[in-house]
C-alpha cells in the first residue's frame, strides 16, 4: 500500500499540468472550506434564515449542480474549456465576496445556484483532464492523491475559517475566501490554458 501510494504521489509531481491541477484545487478547497464552514452561521445571523432556511439554501447550490452537469456539454461546444475553468473560478470567487457583503437572501440563493453549477461543471472537467492525463494503470493511485489533497484542503480551510468566524466575525471567513481565491487566479490565470490542453488532446 505504501508503495502505491507512493508511486501515485511521484506520477502525479512529476506530471506538470496534473501537479498543477490538484495544487489549484487544494488551495481553493482551503478558501471554499474557510467560508462553507460557517455558513449556517451566516444563513442565522446575517440572512435570517431558520432550520428550513438554511435547508433550502443549501439545496439551492444542489439546484445549480443539475443544471451544470445537464448543461456541460452545450457549454464545452459553445465557450470551451478553457472558458468554463476561468469563468468557473471567476464565479466561485465572487461567491465569496456576494455572501460576505449581502443580507438579501434570494441574493445568497441566487449565487449559490449559480456556484453549483461551476461545481457541477468543474467537477466534470476536472475529472476529464485526470483520466485523459493519467495511464490507466495509475489512475486509482493518482486519483486518492488527488482526492487527499481535495478534502485536506477542505479541512484546513473549515479550521480557518472556524478561527477567522470566532475573532472577527462571521464574515471574516468569506472575506479571506474571496482575497484567497483572487490572490490565487491571478497567479494562475495563464496556467488555465495549459492545464486544458491535457483535454483539448485526448479529444484530438
Known amino acids: 500500500l505504501r508503495t502505491a501510494i507512493g508511486d501515485g504521489v511521484k506520477w502525479l509531481w512529476g506530471h506538470t499540468r496534473v501537479r498543477t491541477l490538484a495544487i489549484l484545487i487544494f488551495a481553493f478547497n482551503i478558501t ?3 467560508a462553507f464552514s460557517v455558513l449556517v452561521v451566516l444563513a442565522a445571523d446575517r440572512l435570517g434564515l431558520d432550520e428550513l432556511g438554511y435547508g433550502l439554501l443549501i439545496g ?23 472558458s468554463i475553468m476561468r469563468l468557473g473560478l471567476i464565479i466561485e470567487t465572487a461567491t465569496h ?8 437572501a434570494p441574493v445568497a440563493f441566487g449565487i449559490l445556484i449559480l456556484f453549483g453549477a461551476h461545481a457541477a461543471m468543474w467537477g466534470t472537467l476536472s475529472t476529464s483532464i485526470r483520466q485523459a492525463a493519467v495511464p490507466l494503470d ?3 493511485r493518482v486519483s486518492s492523491v488527488y482526492q487527499l489533497g481535495l478534502q485536506g484542503g477542505l479541512v484546513i480551510g473549515a479550521a480557518v475559517g472556524a478561527g477567522l468566524a470566532g475573532a472577527f ?36
Not at 439551492?60 to 478553457?82: D, F, Q
Not at 464574515?171 to 484567497?180: I, L, P, R, S
Open 32 to 34: 471554499f472550506g474557510a
Open 138 to 140: 495509475y489512475q486509482g
Open 60 to 82: 439551492s447550490s444542489a439546484v445549480g449542480g443539475m443544471i451544470g452537469a445537464t448543461a456541460y456539454g452545450w457549454t464545452e461546444r459553445k465557450i470551451g474549456v478553457v
Open 169 to 204: 466575525g462571521v464574515t471574516a471567513a468569506y472575506w479571506f475566501g474571496f482575497v484567497g481565491s483572487g490572490l490565487i487566479l491571478v497567479l494562475i490565470w495563464r496556467r488555465i490554458a495549459d492545464i486544458a490542453v491535457v483535454v483539448a488532446e485526448d479529444g484530438d
Open 97 to 104: 465576496l456576494v455572501l460576505a457583503t449581502t443580507t438579501a
